[in-house]
T-cell receptor, first 113, second 111 residues
Framework: DSGVTQTPKHLITATGQRVTLRCSPR?????VYWYQQSLDQGLQFLIQ???????AKGNILERFSAQQFPDLHSELNLSSLELGDSALYFC????????????FGPGTRLTVL | GENVEQHPSTLSVQEGDSAVIKCTYS??????FPWYKQELGKRPQLIID?????GEKKDQRIAVTLNKTAKHFSLHITETQPEDSAVYFC??????????FGQGTRLTINP
């Protein structure tokens, strides 16, 4: 157990819908990262927050947004869902930004039908 | 650009033999290079990492080497065991903000 929690574990929804994925970082970690992992694919970096502020953006679609709250938990919002958005979404946290070990949560498996 | 290339994409070795996975990166400012292991359906877990001020690091059967001049680093697993079967990801730090991951190597250890 890495100490990073994610809910829900599984999510099944329909095209066009909107979902929210939630992540709680390890105690003491200020930085949160979101990744998308499609079937048999690598980890695609989406976005990073540090102490409530957005710090880096990857190839995140405009339909996707995220935020980090004062209690440091983070939410990833996915809207106008498409079949291709079906993937594992991982959250990771680290003490600080950049060159530090990232601890991954168990992931949320999103299936869009 | 921000790019990490990882090879091979699949690797099959006999139990007890060694396995080597290689990565190259493009950002000369990268200074942190972790390796993650991901078992089927599980989260990626850090197995070893190296920083740019060292050339090699070892932890029991796992070692990582770094060549900053050539911008490549490698994972070496010796005396492989069935439980080493997994997908392995390399990564490199980009700027001060994030990690970029390679595409992964599916390692299979044949008994």
């Amino acid at each position: 157990d890495s100490g990073v929690t994610q809910t829900p574990k599984h999510l099944i929804t329909a095209t066009g819908q909107r979902v929210t994925l939630r992540c709680s970082p390890r105690s003491g970690d200020l930085s949160v990262y979101w990744y998308q992992q499609s079937l048999d694919q690598g980890l695609q970096f989406l976005i990073q927050y540090y102490n409530g502020e957005e710090r880096a953006k990857g190839n995140i679609l405009e339909r996707f947004s995220a935020q980090q709250f004062p209690d440091l938990h983070s939410e990833l919002n996915l809207s106008s869902l498409e079949l291709g958005d079906s993937a594992l979404y991982f959250c990771a946290s680290s003490v600080e930004v950049g060159a530090n070990e990232q601890f991954f949560g168990p992931g949320t498996r999103l299936t869009v039908l | 650009g921000e790019n990490v290339e990882q090879h091979p994409s699949t690797l099959s070795v006999q139990e007890g033999d060694s396995a080597v996975i290689k990565c190259t990166y493009s950002d000369s400012a990268s200074n942190y290079f972790p390796w993650y292991k991901q078992e089927l359906g599980k989260r990626p877990q850090l197995i070893i990492d190296i920083r740019s001020n060292v050339g090699e690091k070892k932890d029991q059967r796992i070692a990582v080497t770094l060549n900053k001049t050539a911008k490549h680093f490698s994972l070496h697993i010796t005396e492989t065991q069935p439980e080493d079967s997994a997908v392995y990801f390399c990564a490199a730090s980009i700027g001060a903000q994030k990690l970029v991951f390679g595409q992964g190597t599916r390692l299979t250890i044949n008994p």
